[in-house]
């Protein structure tokens, strides 16, 4: 036997002006038959106009992706991927692009070592390589230490078993050039999330 819900609250009576006025009024227009309802609910397979329909599908679909990459460079949730949603996530965003890395200018430097590696002196392309490898160890010690002040800042903001591993999210933001970031940046450099 189902047990019937419990309502805390009792239904309002109607009172007989409200009933004779409901009954009277009825449902305002006689059924439609099932020939009328079936013809109603009919649609072509196929549109009528096929290059039209074509248009105007491509259309809104060009109108849905500039919405979602518009609503992505801005950061808004809605349109991020999963992986950079959150307010975690946002707090590490604006952290890096808060900060100078030094691996934000690791793609200048190797394209400068490569147009050393032109140069015809084998002493100019050591150097060169040199160079690059001592700029990418300091890139990725530069990354590191990233990682562990950002552990720490998000531990005391979010409490320490709250914390998501964003190490690696926010070495990846911090390789990369500025203006190529996306979400894009949100502060400016110098003004640290609190």
Not at 91 to 119: C, H, K, N, Q, W
Not at 144 to 153: A, E, N, W
Not at 177 to 187: D, E, G, I, N, T
């Amino acid at each position: 036997m189902a047990k019937q819900p419990h309502s805390t609250d009792e239904p309002g009576a109607e009172t007989l002006e409200e009933t004779q006025a409901r009954l009277k009024a009825g449902k305002g227009a006689p059924t439609p038959s099932r020939a009328q309802q079936e013809a109603a609910r009919k649609r072509p397979l196929v549109p009528n106009d096929r290059k039209e329909a074509a248009k105007q599908a491509r259309a809104k679909a060009a109108e849905s992706r500039e919405r979602a990459r518009v609503g992505m460079a801005v950061g808004d949730e809605r349109y991020l991927p999963m992986r950079d949603r959150g307010p975690q996530k946002k707090y590490v965003r604006d952290y890096v692009d808060a900060r100078f890395s030094v691996g934000e200018v690791l793609i200048p430097v190797m394209f400068a070592v490569i147009l050393l590696t032109f140069i015809p002196s084998p002493e100019v392309q050591s150097i060169g390589i040199l160079a690059l490898w001592a700029f990418f160890l300091i890139a990725v010690a530069d990354v590191v230490v990233l990682g562990f002040i950002l552990q720490r800042k998000l531990a005391a903001k979010f409490g320490a078993d709250k914390v998501e591993r964003v190490r690696w999210y926010a070495a990846m933001r911090a390789l990369q050039l500025r203006p190529l970031r996306l979400p894009k940046p949100q502060v400016k450099r110098g003004k640290f999330p609190s």
